[in-house]
Structure formats: structure tokens, C-alpha cells
């Protein structure tokens, strides 16, 4: 069995990693120089509308997935007739706008912070008329880890939204006074749905910090509703997540990924299956593995260079986790994980990681 790949970043290693002992193949597309999946399978380099090179991609795989949710709509109306891919175009779509995502969210009955579509002046106008301040500007498509979005907090910095919300399409969304943010990782086969513990996420500058599964968390049965509504109406195969804004006992969908996920990292250590794995098996129509935690798992990520490993590799419970990509500031290079039986042990080790972190001038978890 050879599996495909749309995109060939972390994901794709993360999710070839988890297969490869299986007995499974891999082939990757991806328009990048730079490919840190490529040692673990083959190669496709090209554009994402070039059907060419994507029909022999198609050609040389059993079954297709995608790592990320940009992948153009184009690419899989590209691919040759009869290609298999999960999860579906319709997953694919709805992620790609964030107006119709939200208006999704809507109509299944999901919470979601108030919206409204911008495009132009007026529109900006009557948005910070209706939703107030602050309110968030966000382009409808292309943004990830923070990007293509804004916080406008009076009336006066209008002027400095004019240029992104006349060059493309936006959405306004009412500001959250939120107590936390947490994901859910839900996997659906076509007999099976099972979820993981509820994460609970802490983000700077847009980018996940880090994040903790929390066992048996208050939260987790009205999170569990909305992510098998979603995965119902979008007959979900693979890996869904969902990530929330937790405002007293609401939960109010931020947005949906139709992917593994960041947050879903510490699984690797902290579950008998991890993310990657319940994919493939998902896609497969494999019998799932369990999600059941382990115990308690926090997730640190490393952006712009990997910490030196020979401290941390002493702090009892830690896994390094390299993503061989070239050191650049911001970028996502690679994770640690802390893994141990209880809360007490991770907070005490956590603790230790902090220590060291600052002890070497490095980002503090």
C-alpha cells in the first residue's frame, strides 16, 4: 500500500513516520525547495495546478491525503479520474473561506463569536458598528498561525485595515473575552468516531506555545457534540479537529482543520495510537486504535531553531522531536514533548524545562 501525500512539511513526515512500521509506502507533492518529509518516501515536486506532474503522482499511489488545508480546490479537481482521497473536497472547501465556515458553524447549530462579511469601506463601517470594539479583521482565505488578521480597537485605526479589506475579501468577527482555548482531535472511519482528551492551547503571536491534553475535562461532552455534528454533515474519513474559544460553560467554534494537528502532537507519546497513526488507519478504513490517554502530556513547539539537546535529553519524561528544517526565525522546526503518569509529575518536570530554558536564554514554556 502506497499512500500520497499532499504537502511534504512536518505533517507528512509525522504521518509517514507513524506508518512506515506498518509496511506502508509514501509519496509526497509539494511546490517547495525544501521538503523535510522527502528522506521518507518520493518525491513530487511541482506546482499545485500542474496536472502533469499530479497524474503521475496520482499514478504511483493507492490513496490520497493532504497535510494542509490550503491545498487549492484546483489540485484535487486535477488529479486523475478515480484517485481516492480523504478527507473530501467538501472538508477541503468549507475550511478554505472562513465566511462560509463560520455560516457552516451557524447552520449545524455550533456556536461561533458573532460575524459579518467585509469587503470595502462601508462594509468596514458598518462591522465596527455592529460588532463593536475591538473586533478582528480577517482575510476569508490564505491566513494560518495568525497571519492575515488584525485587531482593530477604536474607531481610529480603521484607516489601517482600508488596504487589506479592499485588496480581498474579509470577515469581521466580534471580540472574546475567552477563559481558555482548547481543541478537540476527533478520527472517523466509516464504522467508528473517537476522540481524544480535550487540549487546552495557548498561543503567542497566532502561533500554538503550547498545549496539554486535559483527561476527563468538564468540556469535553459539548465538544464532542459539535466536532460529531461537523464530521456528520461532511462525512468525515481521517483526522477532524476543531478549535474552541471556552467562555464560561460555552464553547464557541473558532475554526476547523481538515488535518492532523499541532495540538494532537503530544499523542505520539501520550496515547496507545497516535494522530498520525488513527489517520492512515482512518483513511484505510483500518479499525481505529485507542485514543485513551496515557496520562498527562504537554506539548512545547520550537519555532526558528531546535534548543540544544543535551540538557533537555536529561529531564525525565521529555521527547525531542527534530523536523530537520533549516533554522528560520518563526518558523516551525520542531516540538518537545513531556510525557508521565500524573499532573503533579508533569507541572514538577514542566517546571524544569522552564529552569533550563531560561538558564540557556531560550524560549520559556
Not at 460575524?115 to 458598528?129: M, P, T, W
Request: with cysteine.
Amino acid at each position: 500500500m502506497k499512500i500520497g501525500i499532499l504537502g511534504a512539511g512536518q505533517l507528512a513526515r509525522m504521518m509517514a513516520l507513524a506508518g512506515i512500521p506498518m509496511g506502508f509506502e509514501f509519496a509526497f507533492y509539494d511546490s517547495a525547495t525544501e521538503c523535510c518529509a522527502a528522506p521518507l518516501g518520493q518525491l513530487f515536486r511541482g506546482d499545485f495546478r500542474d496536472s502533469e506532474k499530479l497524474k503521475a503522482f496520482a499514478h504511483s499511489v493507492d490513496i490520497i491525503t493532504y497535510e494542509f488545508e490550503n491545498v487549492p480546490l484546483e489540485t484535487l479537481e486535477l488529479l486523475p479520474q478515480g484517485s481516492v482521497v480523504y478527507p473530501s473536497k467538501k472538508a477541503l472547501e468549507f475550511t478554505q473561506d472562513r465566511l462560509i465556515e463560520k455560516e457552516l458553524f451557524k447552520r449545524l447549530n455550533i456556536p461561533t463569536p458573532d460575524f459579518i462579511a467585509i469587503h470595502g469601506e462601508s462594509e468596514l463601517q458598518d462591522a465596527a458598528k455592529k460588532l463593536g470594539y475591538p473586533f478582528v479583521l480577517k482575510t476569508r482565505s490564505g491566513g494560518y498561525d495568525g497571519k492575515g488578521q488584525m485587531v482593530l480597537r477604536h474607531q481610529s485605526e480603521l484607516h489601517t485595515a482600508l488596504d487589506l479589506c479592499n485588496a480581498t475579501p474579509c470577515i469581521g468577527e466580534a471580540w472574546v473575552d475567552y477563559e481558555r482555548e482548547v481543541s478537540l482531535i476527533t478520527v472517523c472511519s466509516t464504522t467508528e468516531v473517537q476522540n481524544y482528551d480535550l487540549n487546552e492551547n495557548v498561543h503567542r503571536g497566532g502561533v500554538l506555545h503550547w498545549t496539554k491534553n486535559r483527561p476527563n475535562d468538564d468540556m469535553l461532552e459539548q465538544a464532542i457534540l459539535h466536532s460529531r455534528a461537523l464530521a456528520h454533515e461532511l462525512n468525515y474519513r481521517g483526522v477532524l479537529t476543531i478549535e474552541f474559544f471556552q467562555c464560561g460553560k460555552i464553547l464557541l467554534a473558532n475554526e476547523y482543520a481538515p488535518r492532523v494537528h499541532n495540538s494532537g502532537h503530544w499523542t505520539i507519546e501520550g496515547a496507545p495510537c497516535s494522530q498520525f497513526e488513527n489517520h492512515l488507519r482512518a483513511i484505510l478504513d483500518l479499525p481505529l486504535g485507542s485514543t485513551k490517554s496515557l496520562g498527562h502530556s504537554m506539548m512545547i513547539n520550537c519555532l526558528g531553531a531546535m534548543p540544544e539537546f543535551n540538557t533537555l535529553l536529561g529531564i525525565q519524561g521529555l521527547h525531542y522531536h527534530n523536523y530537520s528544517k533549516t533554522a528560520r526565525k518563526g518558523r516551525k522546526v520542531g516540538h518537545l514533548t513531556l510525557q508521565h503518569q500524573t499532573e503533579k509529575e508533569l507541572t514538577h518536570f514542566s517546571n524544569q524545562l522552564n529552569q533550563t530554558f531560561k538558564s540557556n536564554n531560550e524560549v520559556q514554556s
